[in-house]
């Protein structure tokens, strides 16, 4: 295995536990709750559901760009360096989500730092198919 899989399957690995983690916790407050889930009222059963959906919104793209990389011979230090961008920012995204006050600055960077990896993948991606093509 080259290095660029390596890097990428180390951030595949490290989201499947954020993943697990933000599942877990989720399904810990749907037991607790004492209203049907979808129904407001129960904050922090809520807060649980959104930060679990709002990784699964973002993870799978964020990753089948780093495997897109990979493939296209692109060097492991672009893919160290978004994956783990990628990773912090959902992890600081799902703390500022289960914060009971919103809008929250935590919250904030967590997004923009996933914004910023889905731009800086997916331009990475697009030059390298230009590059594919001749059209660099």
């Keep these: 295995m080259n290095d660029s899989?390596?890097?990428?399957?180390?951030?595949?690995g490290l989201n499947a536990f954020l993943l697990v983690i933000l599942s877990i916790n989720a399904g810990i407050r749907r037991s607790g709750a004492t209203i049907q889930p979808g129904t407001f009222g129960e904050g922090a059963l809520t807060r649980a559901i959104r930060a679990h959906g709002n990784f699964i919104?973002?993870?799978p793209l964020a990753l089948l760009l780093l495997v897109a990389l990979a493939l296209t011979n692109t060097a492991a230090l672009p893919i160290h360096v978004l994956?783990?961008?990628?990773?912090?920012?959902r992890v600081v995204q799902a703390i500022?989500?289960?914060?009971?006050?919103h809008p929250n600055?935590?919250?904030?960077?967590?997004?923009?730092?996933?914004?910023?990896?889905?731009?800086?993948?997916?331009?990475l991606c697009v030059m390298r198919f230009l590059e594919a093509a001749?059209?660099?």
């Design 96 to 101: 500022g989500m289960m914060r009971a006050k």
């Design 57 to 59: 919104e973002n993870a």
């Design 5 to 12: 899989f390596a890097a990428v399957a180390l951030y595949a």
């Design 105 to 123: 600055v935590i919250r904030f960077i967590g997004n923009v730092l996933t914004w910023l990896v889905l731009l800086g993948g997916g331009g």
């Design 83 to 89: 994956g783990a961008t990628f990773t912090f920012g």
């Design 134 to 136: 001749g059209l660099s």
